[in-house]
């Protein structure tokens, strides 16, 4: 079974999470943290261990504040979001779920997730397993459930954290160069390997349906 993140890597939420960046900062008034131009320059803010990433400006307890707010607007956010899956996912994603199934793992609400999905996706090639944020347990508590559970071989992700769970995870490591994080980023974590673009990602998982 393969395992997915979901923002990033199945799912293109960048300009949404910019903009809710900078209503969150607004909102807030956490003028510490870097005023983001567009989309491109979330790279900045996603970096190394997600939940330590902002205390280059601000403290720890108030940077789970703001990722917790943030969370919250861009679940509000997401009914205006034009697109669900990636379209090049959309048949690698049913192919797998014909196969091996695959799961998705996510740091965004469970609701928000599984809609997103359903916009493009019928019911039998939904996830197999999909759990969130509205889940307990971290990342990797929930990546290590579905390595003994499901035989989850690998984990896709789009950060440099992803990598590290995975890795805890005792899990393969796969990162997406498109998504949140630059690819420096993403290769100082150590992946097994990086894909740069959705169209590597789906010959990716078409090679492990065949």
């Given at each position: 079974?393969?395992?997915?993140?979901?923002?990033?890597?199945?799912?293109?939420?960048?300009?949404?999470?910019?903009?809710?960046?900078?209503?969150?900062?607004?909102?807030?008034a956490l003028?510490?943290?870097?005023?983001?131009?567009?989309?491109?320059?979330?790279?900045?803010?996603?970096?190394?261990?997600l939940s330590?990433?902002?205390?280059?400006?601000?403290?720890?307890?108030?940077?789970?504040?703001?990722?917790?707010?943030?969370?919250?607007?861009?679940?509000?956010?997401?009914?205006?979001?034009?697109?669900?899956?990636?379209?090049?996912?959309?048949?690698?994603?049913?192919?797998?779920?014909?196969?091996?199934?695959?799961?998705?793992?996510?740091?965004?609400?469970?609701?928000?997730?599984?809609?997103?999905?359903?916009?493009?996706?019928?019911?039998?090639?939904?996830?197999?397993?999909?759990?969130?944020?509205?889940?307990?347990?971290?990342?990797?508590?929930?990546?290590?459930?579905?390595?003994?559970?499901?035989?989850?071989?690998?984990?896709?992700?789009?950060?440099?954290?992803?990598?590290?769970?995975?890795?805890?995870?005792?899990?393969?490591?796969?990162?997406?160069?498109?998504?949140?994080?630059?690819?420096?980023?993403?290769?100082?974590?150590?992946?097994?390997?990086?894909?740069?673009?959705?169209?590597?990602?789906?010959?990716?998982?078409?090679?492990?349906?065949?």
């Amino acid at each position: 079974m393969l395992v997915f993140d979901f923002d990033g890597v199945l799912h293109d939420s960048r300009a949404r999470a910019w903009r809710c960046y900078q209503d969150a900062r607004q909102e807030m008034a956490l003028d510490k943290l870097p005023d983001l131009a567009g989309p491109d320059d979330l790279r900045l803010v996603y970096q190394g261990v997600l939940s330590a990433s902002l205390t280059r400006w601000i403290d720890f307890e108030t940077a789970e504040r703001f990722w917790r707010r943030h969370a919250e607007l861009t679940a509000r956010a997401a009914a205006d979001e034009p697109h669900g899956v990636i379209a090049e996912m959309v048949g690698p994603l049913a192919e797998l779920a014909a196969g091996p199934g695959y799961a998705v793992v996510t740091g965004s609400h469970h609701t928000t997730v599984h809609g997103l999905l359903a916009r493009d996706l019928p019911a039998e090639a939904m996830p197999r397993v999909l759990l969130s944020r509205d889940e307990p347990g971290s990342k990797t508590d929930k990546l290590r459930l579905l390595r003994t559970r499901h035989g989850a071989t690998a984990y896709v992700g789009d950060t440099g954290s992803d990598v590290l769970h995975a890795h805890a995870a005792g899990l393969t490591a796969i990162a997406v160069a498109y998504g949140y994080a630059s690819r420096e980023d993403l290769a100082a974590a150590a992946p097994n390997q990086i894909l740069s673009t959705p169209g590597d990602l789906a010959a990716y998982c078409q090679a492990r349906t065949t």
